[in-house]
């Protein structure tokens, strides 16, 4: 992942205050708010939705928009000034509150309110690099595609299919019977068939199916690629690579990106934007 730093510049700011963060955690919003007004001038807003929340970062002008909120929050942030192409020259601040903090933490985002706040007004504003996907979607961390879920079997008994309010009520009659009720077992995680290429070089073809792949950040202007191969008898190593394009294409598959899922698709190409975003971490 690529950090270039530079001084934060602007001592205006733009504080918009993600609702789910005011429902949260209050408390820890006060003590963000008082520190960033006591250090510069700011400005606050307090969006209900998302698009109060969009319509107050376009607004910003020229002043440094800082987000008061968990990881939903920073994403939604970056992916509005994405796909407004205004991402390479606003750089985003972040005081994190909420329970979804994995990104933050992974990005070096202090957590605490008072460290974060003036992590805001004295650190450094550092690019990093960015995931875009060809929906034009943004990936600011990792993402994974895990194995797919097998379908249910069909019923064994002929007729209509078994539908869920049947199954209740039969297990409903076993108990007042004293019979023991049959379960059906619920299917788990299959391994899949994808096809994954880096940078045009195929890893792994449909013929091997795959217990799951990840992407993360890697060097400057890279992604680190893992495809975990289905092992037969001894255990299969991993299979990894590096690279600036990777697709993936096969039968219908989800993935999770920052923690979010997303699909099915049938095939899907990130590209690696070295150095697109700009946040603001503890200076070194």
Do not use: N
């Not at 990840?214 to 255990?235: D, L, M, Y």
């Amino acid at each position: 992942m690529a950090e270039v730093a530079t001084s934060a510049t602007s001592d205006q700011l733009l504080v918009v205050i993600d609702p789910v963060a005011r429902r949260t955690d209050g408390e820890s919003v006060r003590i963000a708010k008082d520190v960033l007004s006591a250090g510069a001038a700011t400005k606050v807003c307090l969006p209900d939705d998302s698009e109060e929340f969009a319509r107050a970062l376009r607004r910003r002008g020229s002043r440094r928009p800082v987000v008061i909120g968990d990881d939903g929050a920073l994403i939604r942030a970056v992916s509005l000034l994405h796909r407004h192409r205004e991402l390479a020259d606003c750089a985003l601040s972040m005081v994190p509150v909420g329970d979804a903090l994995t990104l933050a933490r992974s990005l070096g985002v202090p957590t605490g309110a008072v460290a974060a706040a003036r992590t805001v007004l004295d650190g450094a504003e550092r690019r990093l690099d960015l995931l875009v996907d060809d929906s034009d979607g943004v990936v600011l961390g990792a993402l994974s595609i895990p194995p797919h879920r097998r379908r249910e079997p069909p019923p064994t008994a002929p007729g209509t299919p078994e539908r869920p309010w049947l199954r209740t009520c039969r297990f409903v009659r076993d108990l007042v019977a004293g019979r023991p009720a049959r379960v059906t077992a619920v299917p788990g995680p299959g391994p899949s068939r994808l096809r994954v290429e880096v940078d045009g070089v195929t890893l792994v073809d449909l013929d091997q199916p795959v217990e799951g792949v990840s992407v993360a950040p890697g060097v400057s202007g890279t992604a680190e690629v893992e495809v975990r191969p289905v092992s037969v008898g001894a255990e299969a190593a991993p299979l990894t690579t590096a690279g600036r394009t990777v697709t993936v294409s096969g039968a219908h598959f989800r993935y999770r990106a920052d923690a979010m899922v997303s699909g099915p698709v049938r095939t899907r190409t990130w590209v690696v934007r070295e150095g697109a975003w700009a946040l603001t971490l503890p200076s070194r």
